[in-house]
T-cell receptor, first 117, second 112 residues
Framework: DAGVIQSPRHEVTEMGQEVTLRCKPISGHDYLFWYRQTMMRGLELLIYFNNNVPIDDSGMPEDRFSAKMPNASFSTLKIQPSEPRDSAVYFC???????????????FGPGTRLTVL | QKEVEQNSGPLSVPEGAIASLNCTYS??????FFWYRQYSGKSPELIMF????GDKEDGRFTAQLNKASQYVSLLIRDSQPSDSATYLC????????????FGSGTRLLVRP
């Protein structure tokens, strides 16, 4: 399996622009998570989906952030408009419902490093 | 008080020594605990999980859990330079076990 795939790997944009991050989870996994990692705040969960349905978006920082999962193999995280404080590494992770140990193992993608100038 | 706390380090140990990484958590209802390793510029990867009080061993890694004292630790025996990384402790949110709360991580440096 190719693992979790994220694109782009790096994104540099100017303040005010729209940014779209993409994620393809591991085939067959039914949970998908979006995280943000910064030096100041560490690794934070933004939102997670179960069977393509958003379950908890309480970590989404502002209305500027939105996430969708139109099907089991694709999710997007959009920031509009972007701000310099959004600069971070954004990770997507997926996991599979099943035995407890299996469920709790989240497999992370390589991340997207976002820089907003 | 942060929900999951770790010393940021760096923790520096010589090659071959035992590295001891600690994590404390605030919610007494927490039932499971995870250790992730993150190399610089890479994504986190799960290396250990533990549910029960006591020790759990996997190769050179041992996770120790003490629920009464609300701490979990990770011991790395015979440390290697390749173990140099940031180690993240994670605890599921009690209200929603699919939400992992991560500590800020401890940076480990193994000196050759």
């Amino acid at each position: 399996d190719a693992g979790v795939i994220q694109s782009p790997r790096h994104e540099v944009t100017e303040m005010g622009q729209e940014v779209t991050l993409r994620c393809k989870p591991i085939s067959g996994h039914d949970y998908l998570f979006w995280y943000r990692q910064t030096m100041m705040r560490g690794l934070e969960l933004l939102i997670y989906f179960n069977n393509n349905v958003p379950i908890d978006d309480s970590g989404m920082p502002e209305d500027r952030f939105s996430a969708k999962m139109p099907n089991a193999s694709f999710s997007t995280l959009k920031i509009q408009p972007s701000e310099p404080r959004d600069s971070a590494v954004y990770f997507c992770a997926s996991s599979l419902f099943g035995q407890r140990e299996v469920l709790d193992t989240q497999y992370f993608g390589p991340g997207t490093r976002l820089t907003v100038l | 008080q942060k929900e999951v706390e770790q010393n940021s380090g760096p923790l520096s140990v010589p090659e071959g020594a035992i590295a001891s990484l600690n994590c404390t958590y605030s919610d007494r209802g927490s039932q499971s605990f995870f250790w992730y390793r993150q190399y610089s510029g890479k994504s986190p990867e799960l290396i250990m999980f533990i549910y029960s009080n006591g020790d759990k061993e996997d190769g050179r890694f041992t996770a120790q859990l003490n629920k009464a004292s609300q701490y979990v630790s990770l011991l790395i025996r015979d440390s290697q330079p390749s173990d140099s990384a940031t180690y993240l402790c994670a605890v599921p949110n009690v209200d929603s076990s699919y939400k992992l709360i991560f500590g800020s991580g401890t940076r480990l440096l193994v000196r050759p």
